[in-house]
């Protein structure tokens, strides 16, 4: 009956997806970005967006933790080359270290059976039309609805064309780490054309999924008390979980939201304030009077945080955006054409 009752509300919520007010949000968020287009496959595979909901709503109705896989995914894949599905390529005798092999992505980075089940249902229904790009950044969209409740709901422009280049050293580039301050924090963020408002609303993404002990390690100390301003209660309790010096054979997983692991919420913005975060790059965002302001306004605005944070998943889905000229519709989005 449990199982029953999750597929019936998943099912209400992609009714609800369809019903979006477009107008409504094209006056919030303003018009797409140059080469992308809202509806754009709706003549080409009008489906398309359909198709990538239910393979999302599928995947995250039987495992929530796959959608905070999917949201990190299209993160990921935004920070290098842009938003042009490289970070799905698999190693090849020319290739053989992709973005998918990087320090940040191996292993911890998940969800790339839901974009293969997707593309394999559009090219039976479309072939060759839909952009591995595309469903990487609609599948980070619909994750975020679907883990909100339908409360993180919004229109993503398509339009983008995958990559041919993939190089695990530029994820070590790009892909700012947990350790990094928040000087390095805003530069990363502005270097993609993101400012410090972008970078403390994104960050609420941290409210779902999990983390390996590795990244946070230095926070929560060994027998002894924390050398950081982590909760000692909650460093007390991640000492339990978390073996004193993680090996890549050794390096368990802990929820990064203790309050509502599996909800995408404004909840993170609370943990913030009590110290009850893992990572530096979390605990940073107090470290300066403008964002620590931003985090407390984002605490108490659930809703403004939501809207917030969908317009910044549109904006940062259009970092970098290649076209026909440099780019191309993958058939397989593990390997170029």
Request: hydrophobic share 40%.
């Amino acid at each position: 009956m449990a199982k029953l009752g999750i597929v019936i509300l998943f099912a209400l919520l992609g009714a609800a997806a369809a019903q979006f007010n477009y107008d409504e949000f094209m006056e919030d968020q303003g018009p797409p970005s140059p080469g992308l287009k809202f509806g754009y496959y709706k003549r080409t595979c009008p489906r398309a967006e359909e198709i990538v909901r239910e393979a999302v709503r599928d995947a995250v109705s039987k495992n929530p933790g796959i959608g905070a896989g999917l949201i990190r995914m299209a993160f990921h894949d935004c920070f290098v080359q842009g938003c042009d599905g490289s970070v799905l390529l698999d190693p090849t005798p020319a290739n053989p270290r992709p973005e998918k092999l990087g320090p940040p992505n191996f292993p911890s980075l998940r969800g790339f059976e839901v974009i293969d089940a997707a593309k394999s249902a559009l090219e039976k229904a479309c072939h060759g039309v839909v952009s591995c790009a595309d469903i990487v950044q609609y599948a980070g969209r619909d994750a975020s609805f679907f883990l909100s409740n339908g409360r993180v709901s919004y229109e993503l422009p398509g339009g983008r064309f995958d990559g041919r280049i993939s190089l695990e050293n530029e994820t070590l580039a790009f892909l700012p780490p947990p350790f990094f301050t928040l000087p390095q924090l805003i530069g990363s963020f502005r270097a993609k054309g993101l400012d410090a408002d972008d970078l403390v609303v994104l960050s609420g993404s941290h409210s779902v999924g999990r983390s390996h002990c590795s990244s946070f390690s230095d926070r929560i100390g060994g027998t002894a008390p924390p050398p950081s301003d982590m909760d000692p209660a909650l460093a007390a309790a991640l000492r339990k979980q978390c073996p004193a010096n993680p090996t890549f054979n050794n390096d368990p997983t802990v929820v990064q939201d203790v309050v509502t692991p599996g909800l995408l919420d404004n909840q993170y913005y609370n943990n913030v304030l009590r110290r009850q975060v893992l990572f530096n790059s979390d605990a940073a965002l107090m470290t300066s009077e403008q964002t620590a302001a931003m985090v407390r306004d984002n605490a108490k605005q659930g809703r403004r945080w939501e809207k917030k944070f969908a317009r910044a998943m549109v904006k940062m889905a259009s970092i970098e955006i290649k076209t026909a000229a440099n780019g191309e519709v993958r058939t397989n989005c593990r390997v170029v054409n």
